[in-house]
């Protein structure tokens, strides 16, 4: 039996070994980290999935009066209660919501909370980002991006969280995008970047491939999914810059860089070009 270097399974890599090549300790220590690759992921994931179950139900199960709590009758806990009640209420809140008096409802409760000092802008904030992230037309999180950071010819992820407006805009001369740069390996803080377009590289990965990446430190890493005759063709280099802004330093020269040679410009060439 051959061994297959192309298999993209860490589980059958690790089991597809020439048996006749290995001895007795190293046949099982291959099958140890085969059921470590197994038994792992599942585990870990059952075992967070069983916190967060745990963690609403200890919040939302003693609100529950006593006479409508069913663990009060019976002699064992139920597991998802609390987590089954949320999802009612929040339901619930919602289809009242839609109807004339709970629109009335909200606008009152709305115009009650804009006219306390803090908690409008806390209130304000919070329900933009929520309208923004669950709204079907929202783009918010829909393309991952390659950007220099934090100096040239170094690079990181980001994902687009919409188009630069207003005075961010108006005073800066080019067009530019809003990009949230995550922190490896929390990507739920980060920086809020307004970088010009022509400076950024659209990347072909997904953006749940992209949060992998950011979220394993690179050892997860995806496929190019582009076609073969753009995956040779390189889109920017590290001395692109350097050699310019260093003579810009020293001479203060006022040297510019060369029309189309920034990374987005060249990378919707390529793409013209393949049309």
């Known amino acids: 039996m051959s061994i297959d270097n192309d298999s993209s399974d860490p589980v059958l890599s690790a089991l597809e070994i020439d048996k006749r090549v290995l001895t007795f300790g190293q046949r099982m220590r291959a099958y140890f980290f085969a059921g470590i690759l197994v038994i792992a992921p ?23 009066p006593e006479k409508y709590n069913p663990e009060t009758y019976l002699p064992f806990a139920l597991p998802g209660l609390g987590l089954v009640i949320l999802v ?56 991952a991006v390659l950007v220099e950071y934090p100096r040239r010819g170094i690079w990181a992820i980001a994902f687009i969280t919409g188009r630069t407006e207003g005075e961010v805009q108006n005073i800066t001369e080019e067009d530019c995008i809003n990009i949230f740069l995550p922190t490896t390996p929390n990507p739920t803080s980060g920086f809020l970047l307004f970088v010009p377009k022509k400076d950024l590289i659209s990347l072909s990965m997904s953006v749940e491939e992209a949060i992998k990446m950011v979220i394993s430190g690179g050892i997860i890493t995806p496929p190019d999914h582009r076609p073969v005759d753009q995956q040779s063709v390189p889109l920017t280099a590290a001395h692109t810059y350097e050699d310019m802004d260093i003579l810009r330093e020293e001479n203060r ?14 990378q919707d060439s390529e793409k013209q070009d393949s049309d």
């Open 42 to 64: 599942i585990s870990i994931t059952l075992y967070l999935a069983w916190l967060f179950i745990g963690f609403v139900d200890n919040r939302v199960t003693p609100l529950l």
């Open 253 to 266: 020269a006022p040297i510019l860089v060369p029309k189309g040679t920034r990374p987005g410009e060249k």
């Open 88 to 143: 009612l209420v929040l339901t619930l809140t919602g289809a009242l919501t839609a109807g004339f008096m709970g629109r009335l409802w909200l606008r009152i409760s709305e115009r009650f909370l804009s006219r306390m000092p803090v908690i409008r802008n806390i209130y304000s904030a919070v329900k933009q980002i929520f309208e923004t992230v669950l709204a079907d037309h929202s783009k918010a999180f829909r393309e």
